[in-house]
């Protein structure tokens, strides 16, 4: 099969897919690069466009090859030269389970979760209640109507967007003038509103293994720049610390890593996950569930992978194994 890297998308995320697909490369120069713009076309693009483009996280990348047509275009062209995709894809559709469909429509083999579970773990609040489910804790949901009464019980409250990323519109609800920031934000979009947890930020990655059974990486233990691991804290600052493994005690450390494949399994992943949790004083509380996490030089699932000795290029070639025989190819 022709081994071709997916990267872009028409998400605010599509910054970070050019960086993470920049790394991919190196590992595996051997695949063709297709690129998907903001018009919604895929374009060819060259090793030394993508290499070369600097300042990934800030500057837009433009493909310097031929135009393949519509993403529904390129994925038909997929299918008829029996190519499989490593996906550099973040956020948007490309995470929330629709681009997955259209592969599997075509039988198109791709890396990661399928659309399902893809669609499940994008919506913050069906994941939590679905994660609970298998007993993996996690904050207590707030109704937008019940926001004033929660700032008054908590103190302080945070609020994301429920279908998005992780890197955007997040609010620290520590006044009464945040309130109206998330009331507006959520006119926008749908919020998942929750009382803060306070402690230690961490995530867990999980990994599939050619025979089908799963293993936890070491945890990393994050300290982000100024508070907050926002987009800035993630891509842009140096300040940000992000040790692993983990300093936690070991009871804790083995915690993390049984409540990351536990919602792994509850939400029906393959592939690969990281899974972010709250580490409070009554232990490791469940944030989230990333399908396609951060591939980039900097990101969290590489150094993951190295702290558990496993080689970035024998970790992609496993994942490209994977795919192909969930498609049935």
């Not at 994925?75 to 469909?101: K, M, P, S, T, Y």
């Not at 961490?202 to 926002?230: K, N, W, Y």
Request: glycine share 8%; charged share 20%.
């Amino acid at each position: 099969m022709r081994l071709t890297l997916l990267f872009g998308g028409l998400s605010r995320e599509r910054l970070v897919a050019v960086a993470t697909t920049q790394s991919l490369h190196k590992a595996l120069p051997e695949a063709d690069l297709w690129f998907w713009d903001e018009d919604n076309h895929v374009y060819e693009a060259s090793s030394l466009a993508l290499l070369g483009h600097q300042r990934p996280f800030e500057v837009p990348f433009r493909a310097d090859g031929h135009d393949l047509g519509t993403i529904d275009q390129a994925l038909d062209r997929a299918a008829a030269e029996d190519r499989v995709l490593v996906l550099g894809l973040h956020g948007g559709i490309a995470e929330n389970g629709e681009f997955q469909v259209k592969c599997e429509a075509r039988g198109v083999p791709f890396t990661g979760s399928g659309s399902a579970a893809s669609h499940l773990a994008f919506d913050k609040v069906s994941a939590k209640r679905f994660a609970a489910c298998a007993g993996v804790p996690s904050p207590a949901g707030i109704a937008l109507s019940d926001l004033d009464d929660a700032f008054a019980e908590y103190g302080k409250l945070v609020a994301k967007p429920a279908q998005d990323g992780s890197s955007f519109g997040l609010i620290f609800v520590n006044l009464t003038n945040d309130l109206v920031a998330v009331r507006e934000a959520a006119k926008e979009q749908p919020y998942l509103i929750e009382p803060f947890v306070t402690g230690a930020e961490a995530t867990c990655a999980v990994l599939e293994q050619a025979d089908g059974s799963l293993i936890a990486l070491p945890p990393i233990e994050i300290i982000p720049d100024r508070g907050a691991f926002d987009y800035h804290s993630k891509y842009l600052s140096n300040q940000t610390q992000e040790i692993c493994p983990a300093r936690f005690a070991p009871e804790v450390m083995a915690e993390i890593q049984r409540l990351a494949i536990a919602a792994h399994k509850a939400l029906s992943c393959r592939g690969y996950t990281r899974s972010d949790f709250i580490v409070s004083d009554k232990g490791p509380v469940f944030i989230e569930t990333n399908t396609l996490p951060g591939m980039t030089a900097s990101s969290l699932y590489p150094k993951a992978l190295a702290a558990q000795g496993i080689g970035f290029v024998d970790f992609l070639h496993g994942q490209v194994d994977i795919a192909v025989r969930r498609a049935g190819k």
